[in-house]
């Protein structure tokens, strides 16, 4: 699967302590995150992608959303059982060669009906997805809604419902099938890395050197609610370092509209 034609009207970057605020919402009835999880139904993107180590909000209303660090093709899971998944500069490596890629991916799930009781689906929803650019522990977000189609090609994410098993989701074949698709199932996912998103020069990742980075995912419901929230930090080699905060949020809000997502390789 490719990464292909997210929403770029809404893409921001955030820097700073007020990324964390403005990611995860408050809900005054959010269930404290669970870890370790399988998610509902199954992995469904790719192939050979097996469940569990999700870090996951599963919202009393029906909503789940998961986010897991691993990585991909060898599947390797290092879940510290709280929300953080740490990998070597050796296992982040892509393929042996030293510094030629970022090798760790990051699987994303929403499922907006996971007890088969509400019957919403995936459009009845807006969401915020937020990757984590700076490897220190401070934090620089690239922000934006993966799911909400805008007019951009269609993304290629894996679609289906409570039924759909193991790598079997369905992907949309052009821009009308995919609001057909997300008109009619409750569950998207795909899994991506910092590297598909290679348009802004404070955006960069280096797969040499040790890092902490944070991704954050929350569904947001019609009344502008945080319908559930969830959220990851991936340790790579010793992790980031403390650095004073920015004296300015000079980049909050910085829109990056009319600035495409390239279709890129996806690894399984």
Request: avoid cysteine.
């Amino acid at each position: 699967m490719n990464t292909r034609g997210i929403s770029n009207s809404s893409v921001s970057v955030v820097a700073g302590a007020l990324a964390t605020a403005i990611l995860m919402g408050s809900s005054t009835d959010a269930n404290a995150l669970l870890f370790d999880q399988n998610i509902t139904p199954d992995v469904i993107f790719g192939s050979g992608n097996a469940n569990g180590s999700f870090t996951v909000d599963k919202e009393i209303a029906g909503v789940e959303l998961g986010l897991r660090a691993k990585i991909p093709f060898v599947g390797t899971l290092n879940s510290n059982g709280n929300g953080t998944y740490s990998y070597t500069l050796a296992e982040t490596d892509h393929d042996g060669n030293s510094g030629t890629a970022q090798r760790w991916n990051f699987d994303w799930t929403v499922n907006t009906d996971h007890l088969g009781t509400t019957g919403n689906k995936i459009d009845d929803f807006t969401y915020k997805l937020g990757i984590d650019f700076d490897p220190s522990l401070a934090t620089n977000f690239l922000e934006f809604d993966p799911i909400t189609p805008s007019a951009n090609p269609f993304p290629d994410h894996a679609i289906g419902d409570n039924t759909t098993a193991n790598g079997g989701g369905a992907e949309a074949t052009d821009a009308a099938d995919y609001l057909s698709l997300i008109g009619s199932n409750n569950v998207a996912q795909n899994s991506w890395r910092h590297s598909f998103f290679p348009f802004h020069p404070t955006l960069t990742y280096d797969p040499t050197i040790d890092g902490t980075y944070d991704i954050s995912l929350i569904a947001i419901d019609p009344n502008g609610g945080v319908a559930a929230s969830t959220q990851i930090q991936v340790i790579i080699g010793a992790g980031g370092v403390s650095i004073p905060e920015p004296g300015t949020l000079a980049l909050f809000g910085l829109g990056l509209a009319g600035i495409g997502f390239a279709r890129r390789r996806k690894a399984a």
